[in-house]
C-alpha cells in the first residue's frame, strides 16, 4: 500500500481527489519518470491547447525532452511557457461486484513548471548520451554520435522537477456492503510491459550485444 508524504511543493501539485493516494517522495516521482519512454505535455501557444506527447528521461532532478527547433512545441517551449506533464503507468485493472466500483492500480506523475533550453554542443550530447543510455546501456559507445549539423538543428530541453507530485493505487476491488453477495467474479487483472523478441536487421558478421541478447529478459 501507499506510504505517502503530506507535504505538497505547490498549491498546484496538491492532490484533492484521493487526496490518500498522493506521493509527494522524491524516490517515487524518479522511478515513475525512469520507467516511462513518454510523456505528455499541456501547453497553450497563445491561440489553442494542445497536448503534446514525446520522448522523456531523468537526470539528477531535471526531466528532459528533444526536439526540432522549428517545432511547434519547441518553439513555444523555448517562449517559456508555462506546462503541465503527465506520465502514466497502468498496472492492473480492479474488477468489484458494482460497475461503478471498478476502479485501475496505476502510477501517475504530474510536473508543472517551465522547460530551459541546454545550451552548448558539449552539454547537449552530454544529455543525449543519458538519453541513449537508458534506450540501451552501452549503446552511445556504438551508434555514430551526433554531428554539429544535426546538433544545430536540435534543441535539448528540461524542466526542474521541483513542482511535481504522484498518485499511487494499488488496492483489491472495494464493493459496498449491499453488493458483497451479488454472484459476481471480483479482482485484479495484473498488467506489465513486455519485452519482445529482438528483429535484427541485416547485420552480418556484426556481434550481438550484449543488451539485445537481454532485451526480452530484463522485464
Known amino acids: 500500500m501507499n506510504n505517502p508524504s503530506t507535504s505538497a511543493p505547490s498549491t498546484r501539485t496538491r492532490i484533492r481527489r484521493l487526496p490518500e493516494l498522493a506521493n509527494y517522495e522524491?524516490?517515487?516521482?524518479y522511478e515513475i519518470i525512469d520507467q516511462s519512454y513518454v510523456c505528455h505535455i499541456a501547453f497553450n501557444d497563445g491561440e489553442s491547447t494542445h497536448c503534446m506527447p514525446t520522448a522523456c528521461w531523468r537526470q539528477d532532478d531535471y526531466l528532459y525532452i528533444h526536439g526540432s527547433n522549428g517545432g511547434r512545441l519547441t518553439k513555444t517551449l523555448l517562449a517559456g511557457a508555462q506546462v503541465s506533464i503527465a506520465i502514466t503507468h497502468i498496472d492492473g485493472l480492479v474488477?468489484?461486484?458494482?460497475?461503478?466500483?471498478h476502479t485501475m492500480n496505476y502510477r501517475s506523475a504530474v510536473i508543472y513548471g517551465v522547460f530551459e533550453?541546454?545550451?552548448g554542443n558539449i552539454?547537449?550530447?552530454?544529455?543525449m548520451d543519458t538519453f541513449m543510455?537508458?534506450?540501451?546501456?552501452?549503446?552511445?559507445?556504438e551508434a555514430r554520435p551526433g554531428n554539429d549539423k544535426e546538433l544545430a538543428a536540435t534543441s535539448v530541453l528540461r524542466i526542474s522537477l521541483a513542482e511535481?507530485?504522484?498518485?499511487?493505487?494499488?488496492?483489491?476491488?472495494?464493493?459496498k456492503e449491499e453488493d458483497l453477495d451479488l454472484p459476481v467474479w471480483a479482482g485484479v487483472l495484473p498488467m506489465s510491459v513486455k519485452h519482445g523478441e529482438p528483429i535484427?536487421?541485416?547485420n552480418g558478421a556484426i556481434a550481438t550485444p550484449d543488451y539485445v541478447t537481454h532485451w526480452q529478459k530484463s522485464v
Do not use: Q
Request: aromatic letters at 2%; zero cysteines.
Open 164 to 175: 511535481a507530485a504522484t498518485k499511487i493505487s494499488n488496492t483489491n476491488p472495494v464493493d
Open 95 to 101: 474488477l468489484a461486484r458494482s460497475a461503478f466500483s
Open 123 to 127: 552539454n547537449k550530447m552530454a544529455a
Open 200 to 202: 535484427h536487421m541485416e
Open 117 to 119: 533550453a541546454v545550451e
Open 26 to 29: 522524491r524516490h517515487a516521482l
Open 133 to 141: 543510455d537508458k534506450i540501451a546501456e552501452g549503446r552511445k559507445t
